[in-house]
Protein backbone atom coordinates (compact mmCIF):
# COMPACT_ATOMS: atom_id res chain seq x y z
CA UNK A 1 0.00 0.00 0.00
CA UNK A 2 1.32 2.88 -1.03
CA UNK A 3 1.45 5.92 1.67
CA UNK A 4 2.53 9.42 1.88
CA UNK A 5 2.71 11.02 5.46
CA UNK A 6 3.53 14.47 6.05
CA UNK A 7 4.77 16.19 9.21
CA UNK A 8 5.85 19.59 10.69
CA UNK A 9 2.93 21.93 10.35
CA UNK A 10 1.83 24.18 12.97
CA UNK A 11 1.20 27.73 14.07
CA UNK A 12 4.14 30.36 13.02
CA UNK A 13 3.91 34.11 13.02
CA UNK A 14 4.37 36.23 9.96
CA UNK A 15 8.04 36.23 9.26
CA UNK A 16 8.47 33.04 10.70
CA UNK A 17 9.58 29.67 9.40
CA UNK A 18 8.38 26.02 9.20
CA UNK A 19 9.60 23.07 7.69
CA UNK A 20 7.36 20.31 6.36
CA UNK A 21 8.76 16.85 5.93
CA UNK A 22 6.83 13.66 3.59
CA UNK A 23 7.75 9.97 4.03
CA UNK A 24 6.85 7.72 1.34
CA UNK A 25 6.34 3.77 2.02
CA UNK A 26 5.08 0.61 -0.32
CA UNK A 27 7.24 1.32 -3.35
CA UNK A 28 10.06 3.01 -4.93
CA UNK A 29 9.54 6.68 -5.79
CA UNK A 30 13.12 6.82 -7.88
CA UNK A 31 10.93 7.28 -10.98
CA UNK A 32 8.53 9.85 -9.33
CA UNK A 33 8.50 13.55 -9.00
CA UNK A 34 7.41 15.07 -5.44
CA UNK A 35 5.14 18.02 -5.21
CA UNK A 36 4.20 20.14 -2.46
CA UNK A 37 0.92 21.89 -2.97
CA UNK A 38 -1.66 24.08 -0.79
CA UNK A 39 -5.24 24.69 -0.21
CA UNK A 40 -6.79 26.83 2.02
CA UNK A 41 -10.43 27.14 2.78
CA UNK A 42 -12.64 28.20 0.04
CA UNK A 43 -9.96 28.07 -2.49
CA UNK A 44 -8.16 25.02 -5.14
CA UNK A 45 -5.69 23.13 -4.05
CA UNK A 46 -2.56 24.94 -5.76
CA UNK A 47 0.71 24.04 -6.76
CA UNK A 48 3.88 25.17 -4.36
CA UNK A 49 6.55 23.34 -5.87
CA UNK A 50 7.97 20.11 -6.60
CA UNK A 51 11.54 18.04 -7.31
CA UNK A 52 12.21 14.95 -8.82
CA UNK A 53 14.17 11.72 -7.86
CA UNK A 54 16.07 11.63 -11.05
CA UNK A 55 18.08 14.70 -10.76
CA UNK A 56 17.70 18.61 -11.54
CA UNK A 57 16.54 21.47 -9.53
CA UNK A 58 13.34 22.01 -7.77
CA UNK A 59 10.96 24.48 -9.91
CA UNK A 60 8.34 26.67 -7.64
CA UNK A 61 5.46 28.77 -8.23
CA UNK A 62 5.80 32.36 -8.23
CA UNK A 63 3.99 32.91 -5.22
CA UNK A 64 6.74 31.32 -2.96
CA UNK A 65 9.93 31.47 -5.31
CA UNK A 66 12.52 32.81 -3.18
CA UNK A 67 10.84 32.12 0.01
CA UNK A 68 10.25 27.96 -0.31
CA UNK A 69 13.04 25.73 -0.59
CA UNK A 70 12.15 21.79 -1.94
CA UNK A 71 14.82 19.65 -1.26
CA UNK A 72 15.28 15.55 -0.82
CA UNK A 73 15.83 14.24 2.34
CA UNK A 74 18.62 12.24 4.09
CA UNK A 75 15.61 9.28 4.30
CA UNK A 76 14.94 7.51 1.73
CA UNK A 77 11.46 8.42 0.08
CA UNK A 78 11.60 12.01 1.93
CA UNK A 79 11.27 15.06 0.81
CA UNK A 80 11.33 18.77 2.94
CA UNK A 81 9.62 21.89 2.39
CA UNK A 82 11.48 24.75 4.28
CA UNK A 83 9.08 27.69 4.31
CA UNK A 84 10.73 30.91 5.30
CA UNK A 85 9.22 34.58 5.23
CA UNK A 86 5.87 32.87 5.92
CA UNK A 87 3.15 35.79 5.12
CA UNK A 88 -0.81 35.09 6.69
CA UNK A 89 -1.50 33.84 3.12
CA UNK A 90 0.52 30.99 3.17
CA UNK A 91 -2.15 29.47 5.43
CA UNK A 92 -3.53 26.38 3.83
CA UNK A 93 -3.37 22.57 4.59
CA UNK A 94 -0.36 21.31 2.81
CA UNK A 95 -0.15 18.29 1.02
CA UNK A 96 2.87 16.48 -0.28
CA UNK A 97 1.88 14.13 -3.63
CA UNK A 98 3.90 11.78 -5.88
CA UNK A 99 3.84 12.92 -10.00
CA UNK A 100 5.36 10.89 -12.74
CA UNK A 101 6.33 13.97 -15.09
CA UNK A 102 9.25 16.91 -14.36
CA UNK A 103 7.36 20.18 -15.01
CA UNK A 104 4.03 18.87 -13.63
CA UNK A 105 1.80 21.29 -11.97
CA UNK A 106 -1.58 20.00 -12.32
CA UNK A 107 -2.94 18.02 -9.01
CA UNK A 108 -4.36 15.77 -11.81
CA UNK A 109 -1.07 14.67 -12.82
CA UNK A 110 -0.20 13.59 -9.33
CA UNK A 111 -0.81 10.06 -8.57
CA UNK A 112 -0.64 9.66 -4.56
CA UNK A 113 -1.49 12.06 -2.11
CA UNK A 114 -0.79 12.16 1.87
CA UNK A 115 -3.58 13.07 4.43
CA UNK A 116 -1.88 16.92 4.80
CA UNK A 117 -0.77 19.03 7.08
CA UNK A 118 -1.89 22.13 8.85
CA UNK A 119 -0.03 25.22 8.34
CA UNK A 120 -1.36 28.62 9.91
CA UNK A 121 0.26 31.95 9.74
CA UNK A 122 -0.68 34.68 12.54
CA UNK A 123 -0.47 38.40 11.68
Known amino acids: QVQLVESGGGLVQAGGSLRLSCAGS????????MGWFRQAPGKEREFVGA????????YYADSVKGRFTISRGFAKNTVTLQMNSLKPEDTAVYYC????????????????WGQGTQVTVSS
Open 97 to 112: AAGRLRGSIAPGEYDY
Open 26 to 33: GRTFSNNC
Open 51 to 58: ICWSGGSA
